[in-house]
Structures are given as C-alpha cells and as structure tokens.
C-alpha cells in the first residue's frame, strides 16, 4: 500500500465501519508522504495480521514505528503508549515523529508549554526504543545551579565536602537506556558547556577526577521556552540547541487543538464518568474553554467535576463549575490578601499615599485608609479623608 496518506485510510475506514475496533498504523515516513508505506488492519483494510501499540514491525524491509488508531464517534483518535491520545492532525504527527525518533539514538527536544505533557512524550520516546532499560529523569529548573554539574555527572570521594563515597551522575545511571533532561534552558551556562561534551562525545568526567567514563545514554531534552529566544537572551547556548534539535518534536497547546477534547477527557476520566462518558453538552463547555494550564489544568477539572456530579455522564453543569472552582487560584481578588500580602489595588493605593507599607496597614486596620491628601499627612497636616477598611 505504497504512496497512501494513513489518516485518509482510516477515515476511509471509519465511513466502512464507525464502530470498527483499535486499528494498528505502522509508517515508515511522514504522513501524507507520496514514498509513506502504511499498514492497516480491520474491517474493509487488507493487513498482515494485527500490529499492536508500541511494537516495531517490519514494512517492506524497513524498521518502522507503530502507532495506534482508533475510530471514535467524533473522529479518529490516535495514541502513542498507554497515556497519549489525540484526534488533531498536528498531534499525530507530533506522535509519529517521537516513534520515528525511538528507532534512532540521536537526541530528541520535546518543546511545548507546561502542561502539555512532554514527559509523557519523552517516556513513549523511551519505551519505544529501549523498552525496559533505565530511564532517568532530571529537572534542571529544580536542581540548585551549584549540584547541577555533579547531579549530571557525578563525583568521586573526597570532591568535595560531604562526599564521603563515589556517586554516579544521570548520564552514567541512564546508560543503555534514556536520559531525560527535563527543562533544559534552565541550566547554568557553565553547567551546558559541559552538557554539550558529554552528548557530543558520549562521556563524562566526574567532579574529583579528571578520567572520562563513558555512557550510552540517549537523551531526550525539553523546555517549555522558545528556543531561538533564550538563545537571544543567553540563557541557552546555540551550540547546545544544535545538538539537542535532532529530532524536534513539538506538542501544540491544548487551545489549538480542541478536537482533541474529547478523546483526552475519555482517558482522563475515572469512576462513573469513565463507564457512562460526557454528554456533549459537557464536551462543548470544555471546548469554549482556553485552557492556559493544558492537559495538567484538563485534568484537574475532569477531578473535580466528577466529585461535583453524581453518576451517569459527566454534564455540562459540573464542567462550568469546575472550571469555575479552579480559576480562583488564577484570578487575582480585591482586599488584602492572607498572610499581608498586598494585591494589586493595594499596591496603587501605598504608592499613592506616599506611606510606609507598614504605616499604611496600621491605620488600615484601625478603620481608615489613607488618600491622596495623606501625604500633606506625612509631613505633619491633619487627615482629611477617613473611611472603612471595607472601601479600599
């Protein structure tokens, strides 16, 4: 079946049979491509036998990726590995770059925004092409820029205080398998330099030595920055990019790809939603809904609706009231904030009464707040203005 696009034979597929069962996709070159060689199994496709997620097949002599179709009532969904599903065409082809890029040991950046679930990705991107060998994770933003070089290369006794016995760092803990450096423009620059060497050259050198220790690890690195960006700012060495953008996989935000709504909150629901579903009044109120938190903020609403609504599908109520519950974390309130931090109106009022913070909430809580005419007051003229502390 050479020279066919694999979204257009499923859909194909879907007019056969809207019911049909998962469907196995085996591609060995980009969707849509005029050279793709694609495989289907299910009613109306002929196939070889049935290929299952996250398997390696052979296509026309080729090491191919798998990944995983299934026609739904809304459309076609696609996964990648137990927890990745998505209907949009951008994510499927974000989906089959990652199981192109499994089959090869060069590097891997994820880009996407916080929450959009680049660790998945990088996790589907191991199990793809190593399986059971080790994958070890590292958020560079949560590492203190002082242990970042020794947490990524590890040290030997005696480098420095404390370290009473050898360590080995991330590289060497991930040979053989994947090293995910999670947040790679966070690390320091003097830190990245160093991170170059050991991608370039497959070795690092501990902290307290000076001899190389080879690795085989392959490293799949992501950031939720633009690239070119904190390039710009020096944040990010250009040569370090260079190395890492082998393969660059970018997962668009959840606002650009609605469509994938549905399929996401399938898998993400539990209980009662899960067996009985969304009705679809409940799937347009997740559609007219921005989402700036991704999958992570999606789930989170999916919880708590489904302790807001009894059995049976998930309605449309308990999404709005969800949604609304959460965005009370975000959306900033007048008054003053608990523990005496100053909101924003606050902030405009001690800017504009010429006062000491301090002086500003001591005469507050005594039940007046000072105006425009408090800074005659601060050079020793008689208040003008008093009011409740309820006004400001």
């Not at 070159?29 to 196939?47: H, Q």
């Amino acid at each position: 079946m050479e020279g066919v696009d694999a979204l257009q034979q499923v859909g194909a597929l879907r007019q056969q049979d809207a019911a049909a069962p998962l469907v196995g996709l085996a591609v060995a070159r980009p969707l849509g491509g005029v050279e793709g060689a694609v495989r289907l199994t299910g009613p109306g496709v002929p196939g070889e036998g049935r290929l299952e997620p996250g398997r390696v097949s052979s296509v026309a002599g080729r090491r191919t990726s798998c990944l995983a179709a299934r026609v739904a009532p809304e459309g076609i969904e696609a996964s990648l590995g137990p927890t990745l599903v998505g209907a949009s065409e951008a994510l499927v082809r974000a989906f089959h770059l990652a199981a192109c890029s499994a089959a090869t040991p060069d590097p891997v950046l994820i880009l996407g925004e916080s929450g959009t679930g680049k660790d998945l990705l990088a996790r589907a991107v191991h199990d793809l092409g190593c399986g059971e060998r080790p994958f070890v994770a590292l958020n560079l933003a949560a590492v203190p820029r002082d242990l970042a070089e020794a947490e990524l290369f590890g040290w030997m006794r005696g480098a420095f205080t404390g370290a009473s016995a050898p360590r080995a760092g991330a590289f060497e803990s991930a040979s053989g398998g994947t090293l995910f450096l999670d947040e790679v423009a966070e690390a320091p620059l003097s830190v990245q330099a160093k991170l170059l060497r050991a991608v370039e050259d497959g070795a690092v050198t501990r902290l307290g030595t000076n001899r190389p220790v080879a690795h085989h690890a392959r490293v799949v690195a992501a950031t939720h920055q633009d690239p070119a960006m904190a390039v710009a700012r020096g944040t990010l060495r250009l040569d370090l990019l260079q190395r890492l953008a082998c393969f660059v996989i970018r997962i668009p935000p959840l606002r650009e790809r609605p469509e994938d709504l549905p399929a996401i909150a399938r898998r993400l629901c539990r209980g009662a939603a899960a067996r009985e579903g969304l009705a679809p009044a409940a799937i347009e109120a997740l559609a007219s809904y921005s989402w700036p938190g991704n999958v992570r903020e999606l789930r989170n609403v999916l919880r708590r609706a489904e302790a807001l609504s009894g059995d049976g599908p998930l309605q449309a109520d308990a999404v709005l009231e969800a949604i609304a519950v959460g965005r009370l974390a975000l959306t900033p309130s007048n008054g003053v904030a608990d523990g005496g931090v100053a909101r924003p109106d606050r902030r405009r009022q001690i800017a504009e009464s010429g006062l000491p913070r301090s002086t500003f909430y001591y005469r507050l809580k005594r039940g007046w707040v000072p105006g425009a005419a408090d800074r005659d007051v601060a050079a020793g003229s008689r208040p003008s203005l008093r009011v409740t502390a309820d006004s400001g």
